[in-house]
């Protein structure tokens, strides 16, 4: 199984805040990766996939990039409204999996 | 719009089953897979398996192969999961969620609002 990595576990930033979250894959899954928000008692929502794609109607202070094994998702200037947790999941190889995810918190 | 409706929380006894349906609106049900995806509390999301909706073929984790079965009822637009032999590891909010593409290999654009089964004797 592809084993999904993510650091940090837990980020505090404040609102205005550049913040980056590395991911990272035991093997090259080229750039079949997404990152997901989620916030308490709801389900994920997608904000990029195959990497680097931004999902319609998800803020462009959201971008990420990478390929290979190593991937990056940067929220460019936080907001109240991004304090959640972050997944990002590759979907190249069977079974599909997630890494552990980062909770962006408040400073 | 897509939107995806799970059924309501379940409370379970180790050893019984559970079924946790997903009807799906707003676009056509057959023409997409569907995904199921639990989350234990404070754990990661885990992928359990996946059903074609128009031709009915799935595919499982080899983790719940045997104990888990997927199936569809294209006339109500729906999908389930059914979970048998429950444990107390089993407890987690089960996600019902579409698959973008045809194929399975693509992220999930749309997500039901989660399932909470209780396994509790």
């Known amino acids: 199984d592809i084993q999904m990595a993510q650091s940090p576990s837990t980020l505090s930033a404040s609102v205005g805040d550049s913040v980056t979250i590395t991911c990272r894959a035991s093997q090259s899954i080229t750039n079949w990766l997404a990152w997901y928000q989620q916030k308490p008692g709801k389900a994920p929502k997608v904000l990029i996939y195959k990497a680097s794609i931004l999902e319609s109607g998800v803020p462009s202070r959201f971008s990420g990039s990478g390929s290979g094994t190593e991937f990056t998702l940067t929220i460019s200037s936080l907001q109240p409204d991004d304090f959640a947790t972050y997944y990002c999941q590759q979907y190249s190889f069977y079974p599909l999996t997630f890494a552990g995810g980062t909770k962006v918190e408040i400073k | 719009q897509v939107h995806l409706v799970q059924s309501g929380a379940e409370v379970k006894k180790p050893g019984a089953s559970v079924k946790v349906s997903c009807k799906a609106s707003?676009?056509?049900?057959?023409?997409?897979?569907i995904h199921w995806v639990r989350q234990a509390p404070g754990q990661r999301l885990e992928w359990m398996g996946w059903i074609n909706a128009g031709g009915g073929n799935t595919k499982y984790s080899q983790e719940f192969q045997g104990r888990v079965t997927i199936t569809r009822d294209t006339s109500a637009s729906t999908a389930y999961i059914e979970v048998s032999s429950l444990r107390s590891e089993d407890m987690a909010v089960y996600y019902c969620?579409?698959?973008?593409?045809?194929?399975?290999?693509?992220?999930?654009?749309?997500w039901g609002q989660g399932t909470l089964v209780t396994v509790s004797s």
């Open positions: 707003g676009y056509t049900f057959s023409t997409y897979i």
């Open positions: 969620a579409r698959d973008r593409g045809r194929d399975g290999y693509n992220h999930f654009d749309y």
